[in-house]
């Protein structure tokens, strides 16, 4: 992006109209760090889910989980990893409690929920569709 500036003296037009292209440049810019993964999309600077352009809710556990997920899309990641990722390491329950929490993002995605996939005896990834 270029910088704009007004040099002294300056009439409130002109002024205006510097403002007001700004104003529009900046209408058109993307946020970056939102990550988009087939029809999904995880904005966590406001901490928003979409799916097909539709806003969904998700807990806090669950959204930390797909966050994980997208960031390493494709990548099969332990129920031990993502325990480790959330709950820290001092973690002293059983590793199943991901899978109910996956469960629940799996409803909540709804039509996106076959992006995340299963691996047997490995862990949970996302996929593209």
């Given at each position: 992006?270029?910088?704009?500036?007004?040099v002294?003296?300056?009439?409130?037009?002109e002024?205006?109209?510097?403002?007001?292209?700004?104003?529009?440049?900046?209408?058109?810019m993307v946020?970056?760090?939102a990550?988009?993964?087939?029809?999904?999309k995880?904005?966590?600077?406001?901490?928003?889910?979409?799916v097909?352009d539709?806003?969904?809710?998700?807990?806090?556990?669950e959204?930390?989980i797909?966050?994980?997920?997208?960031?390493?899309?494709?990548?099969?990641?332990?129920?031990?990893?993502?325990?480790?990722?959330?709950?820290?390491?001092?973690f002293?329950?059983?590793?199943r409690?991901v899978?109910?929490?996956?469960?629940?993002?799996?409803q909540?995605?709804?039509?996106?929920?076959?992006?995340?996939?299963?691996?047997?005896?490995k862990?949970?990834?996302?996929?593209e569709?």
């Amino acid at each position: 992006m270029t910088l704009s500036y007004v040099v002294k003296p300056f009439s409130l037009a002109e002024l205006y109209a510097k403002v007001t292209a700004l104003l529009k440049r900046a209408k058109g810019m993307v946020r970056t760090g939102a990550i988009m993964v087939g029809s999904i999309k995880l904005d966590p600077y406001r901490c928003m889910v979409m799916v097909d352009d539709k806003e969904v809710v998700l807990a806090p556990i669950e959204f930390a989980i797909l966050k994980i997920l997208m960031e390493n899309r494709g990548k099969v990641l332990s129920r031990e990893s993502l325990l480790t990722k959330i709950w820290g390491y001092d973690f002293e329950g059983n590793d199943r409690v991901v899978d109910n929490h996956i469960k629940k993002l799996r409803q909540a995605l709804g039509s996106a929920s076959s992006q995340v996939k299963t691996v047997f005896k490995k862990g949970y990834k996302l996929e593209e569709r």
